[in-house]
């Protein structure tokens, strides 16, 4: 079973510049997480969606970042304009519903992570 | 709010060694609790996860964890630590699957 795809691995821009990131979850997920995890840093979550619908995005900063999925499966996180401290490592995860009762145990399959440097 | 603390940023162990690294929680509601390892330029794989049940919990790779609601602690253990386990662990509270917080991590180094 394929894993989560995300991609780029590495991206390095100048400031003002936009960038995006893709990430294709696990078949059969449908819920799928963009994850912040700045250098010594644990991950923070910036936008959760089940299917196509944005469930959480309370810590996602709109005025620059931006993020789609459109079809309940991909999705693609966007920065406009980035700036310094948006560096930082973007973590895509996906997960499924649990077993007996539907619940979700919370277990999530992470991506490999886009890395990004703004100059 | 569900937050969690892991004491010690750094942990150096000799190779077989204990390996135990500290993980409180606080939560409103009866947590479910995760131990994640991510490797150098990796994402996180899920090491063990308590969610109901028995208290002691075995995961992957020879780790296991207990939760002790007493002391909101989820410390995660290995009786003999390898040069693989070198790695940064992150715990993490869920409060019935809708949100997913972390720790800030705790590197392991282990020395031969």
């Known amino acids: 079973e394929a894993g989560v795809v995300q991609s780029p691995r590495y991206k390095i821009i100048e400031k003002k510049q936009p960038v995006a990131f893709w990430c294709n979850p696990i078949?059969?997920?449908?819920?799928l997480y963009w994850y912040l995890q700045n250098l010594g840093q644990g991950p923070e979550l910036l936008i959760r969606?089940?299917?196509?619908?944005?469930?959480?995005d309370s810590q996602l900063p709109k005025d620059r970042f931006s993020a789609e999925r459109l079809k309940g499966v991909d999705s693609t996180l966007k920065i406009q304009p980035a700036e310094l401290g948006d560096s930082a490592v973007y973590l895509c995860?996906?997960?499924?519903?649990?077993?007996?009762?539907?619940?979700?145990?919370?277990?999530?399959?992470f991506g490999e992570g886009s890395r990004l440097t703004v100059l | 709010a569900q937050s969690v603390t892991q004491l010690g940023s750094h942990v150096s162990v000799s190779e077989g060694a204990l390996v135990l690294l500290r993980c409180n929680y606080s939560s409103s509601v009866p947590p479910y609790l995760f131990w994640y390892v991510q490797y150098p330029n990796q994402g996180l794989q899920l090491l063990l996860k308590y969610t109901t049940g028995a208290t002691l919990v075995k995961g992957i790779n020879g780790f296991e964890a207990e939760f002790k609601k007493s002391e909101t602690s989820f410390h995660l253990t290995k009786p003999s630590a390898h040069m693989s386990d070198a790695a940064e662990y992150f715990c993490a509270v869920s409060d019935y699957g809708n949100k997913l917080v972390f720790g800030a991590g705790t590197i392991l180094r282990v020395k031969s």
């Open positions: 969606y089940e299917n196509e619908e944005a469930v959480d």
């Open positions: 995860a996906s997960s499924s519903p649990g077993l007996a009762g539907g619940n979700d145990t919370g277990e999530l399959f």
């Open positions: 078949s059969g997920h449908n819920t």
